[in-house]
């Protein structure tokens, strides 16, 4: 049994107040008092800021900081981003993201429809899932061979063509015209 000496009292008084003065004197976390996002012309703020993981409130970290840039950045709907910090009013930080959006793309490029022509044997949306191009995304030669080329490896047809015309609503339809093989 390992006994210990006794503290003097007055020596326990002096440990407390040099303990509670060195916890004055280290610098205390700051926190988030405020996130702003500045030009932003078509996005509202609320979509970015469900995009971000650092909130009002939380303690300010460079790390963190660094995740909401690049998850910012892997949206794409931006050509610029600035991140700036300045004190806030109570001690903590103000966070302002300053932002360029990217302008859109015309309406024209966009892909409205695909359908494809002189199937028998196979269902449009079967083979809609071995083409990487969906509704919605962005028409351009590179994805049309893509497809092309995604259609002859299926080994199913003996010839493969796509057609693009103007769809209803001023974006692209793509039409698929295939020949099978007997």
Known sequence: MTRFAPVPVGLLVCLSGWMTAQAQTQP???????????????????????????????????????????????????????????????GGAIIRFEMTERQRQPAANLIEGIEFGGLSGVTQDAMKTTISSKVGDICDELALRRDLNALWNTNRFD????????????????RFVVIERQ
């Not at 010839?159 to 339809?173: L, R, S």
């Open 28 to 90: 205390t976390s700051k926190v988030i008092e405020a996130i702003e996002f500045r030009r932003l012309h078509r996005l509202p703020q609320w979509t970015i800021r469900a995009k971000i993981e650092s909130q009002v409130g939380d303690v300010y970290s460079e790390e963190a900081l660094r995740r909401d840039l690049k998850t910012l950045w892997k949206t794409c709907y931006f050509t610029d981003i600035q991140v700036k910090t300045e004190p806030g009013a109570q």
């Open 159 to 174: 010839d493969v063509q796509v057609k693009t015309e103007a769809g209803p609503h001023g974006g692209t339809i793509l």
